[in-house]
């Protein structure tokens, strides 16, 4: 059955870069796209970039000039890279897949809460 | 972007009543909405996709509608177990914009 899971580091100082890695199993990420999606705690989800099938990339405006998104298709493996963190990016992180290149979250993985403090 | 406002924030119902969520988009969207259930402490649960399809395993008493800019989704005969918070999330363009949410309390 299809499985996402996050990994990475629970805190980041401020400014610093967070790196988090979503490991996959179930299907192929050169069939299926993955995403990215964060929340803040309390609030709504916030969609922060996608991995096309075809490895292209989609991001969120608001995020672009600080986000990065990248694939090891070898390893199952999508990648998250976010510089200049601040606190307001406090929040669950959580990568999600899309079937058959559809637009909609269709599997998400457990989530990893990222704090920013110092 | 297409801003997605949703409402009430907030929803109390006894149990076997019918509960009905808005979301209404800020540009036109077609059928392009999605509504997910996010328990306490879990991630969000894909219920209902584009075309108000019910996702496989999904009990029939949810539901949704709509077209454009306004769309509602409803739970007939509410359940104990149906407690968490919904979101609408609009797939027409990118961003993917979601709801700020609904929170279903059960008396």
């Known amino acids: 059955q299809v499985q996402l899971k996050e990994s990475g580091p629970g805190l980041v100082q401020p400014s610093e870069t967070l790196s988090l890695t979503c490991t996959v199993s179930g299907f192929s990420l050169t069939s299926y796209s993955v995403s990215w999606v964060r ?3 309390g609030k709504g989800p916030e969609w922060m970039g996608r991995m096309w099938y075809d ?16 694939r090891d298709t070898s390893k199952n493996q999508v990648f998250l890279k976010m510089n200049s963190l601040q606190t307001d990016d406090t929040g669950t992180y959580y990568c999600t897949s899309h079937t058959m290149g559809m637009d909609w979250f269709a599997y998400w993985g457990q989530g990893t809460l990222v704090t920013v403090s110092s | 972007e297409t801003t997605v406002t949703q409402s009430p924030a907030s929803l109390s119902m006894a149990v076997g009543e019918k509960v009905s969520i808005s979301c209404k988009t800020s540009t036109d969207i077609d059928d392009d909405m999605n509504w997910y259930q996010q328990k306490s402490g879990e991630a969000p649960k894909l219920l209902i996709s584009e075309g108000n399809t019910l996702r496989p395993g999904v009990p029939s008493r949810f539901s949704s509608s709509g077209y454009g800019t306004d769309f509602v989704f409803t739970i007939n005969n509410v359940l104990l177990g149906d407690e968490g918070i919904y979101y609408c999330q609009q797939s027409d363009n990118v961003p993917y914009t979601f709801g700020a949410g609904t929170k279903l309390e059960l008396k």
């Open chain 1, 55 to 70: 490895g292209d990339t989609a991001y969120n405006s608001a995020l672009k000039s600080r986000l990065s998104i990248s």
């Open chain 1, 39 to 41: 929340q803040p705690s």
